[in-house]
């Protein structure tokens, strides 16, 4: 079996340190001509070393400036199809709404399927943003921590005054990719947020499907927190710290 293939920095190291050997001994010998032909090698593999070093750092800024570029056209592209809505939007619609996306399953990222209305199709997604963000700085307290299934649009969450998070979200707040597996699961992230110091939690219009689809947490929401804001074509505000059912309703 041959010998397993070292990389290029690797390899001008070893031939390097080899080099630097052979000088030591070269020195105690009186042949100069070999002396100074090591220091030409040694010289030479430090250039070559410095070189590939530059190499390096050159190809690591230019894959973390394309990861920028790629990720701020993914951006646009998922306001764009959010806005717009697919033919797969319309097409769920028509069937009876849209499908849930769970974790592990990537079709419908970027897709604008859960903007999709149950009764009437891709809705007017900046428009929609627009009245969300109106109505939690209207009813919530500034300062407050607002968890928002946002479906991973920082627009949702720049709120003047607030600090609003992602629903679902990772350790690091930004969004999760992925709506959670079953009402278990967002239950459990919930309260997570919640021990985190999230003080409400803000379900838009356009995801009222997961009061459906998670039967569980849409009746867990309404037992154990209070819906301290509802305007049918906008959001519900539920407060995290306040139990009972009552509604302070907007019409």
Do not use: C
């Amino acid at each position: 079996m041959g010998k397993p293939m070292k990389t290029n920095g690797l390899a001008s190291a070893e031939a390097a340190a080899q080099a630097v050997a052979a000088l030591a001994v070269a020195r105690r010998e009186p042949d100069s001509d070999r002396y100074e032909e090591l220091e030409r090698r040694i010289e030479g593999m430090e250039a070559a070393l410095l070189a590939s070093q530059r190499r390096l750092l050159e190809s690591q800024e230019h894959l973390a400036r394309r990861i920028n570029e790629l990720g701020a056209i993914l951006a646009a592209l998922h306001r764009e199809t959010a806005a717009l809505g697919t033919r797969g939007s319309r097409s769920g619609a028509a069937a009876g709404g849209p499908e849930p996306r769970v974790r592990g399953d990537t079709s419908g990222l970027g897709t604008g399927t859960p903007w999709a209305d149950r009764a009437n199709g891709p809705v007017d997604y900046d428009a929609l943003v627009q009245r969300v963000r109106s109505l939690i700085e209207a009813t919530i307290p500034p300062g407050s921590q607002v968890s928002v299934v946002s479906r991973g649009d920082s627009m949702l969450l720049k709120l003047d005054g607030r600090i609003g998070r992602h629903f679902p979200a990772d350790d690091d707040g930004t969004w999760a990719g992925y709506h959670p597996k079953d009402s278990e699961a967002a239950i459990e992230h919930l309260e997570r947020l919640k021990a985190l110091g999230v003080g409400y939690f803000v379900l838009p219009h356009a995801s009222y499907w997961w009061l459906e689809h998670y039967e569980a947490f849409g009746r867990y929401l309404e037992a154990r927190y209070r819906l301290v804001a509802h305007r049918e074509d906008t959001a519900r505000v539920y407060a995290l710290d306040e139990a009972g059912t009552g509604t302070r309703g907007l019409a």
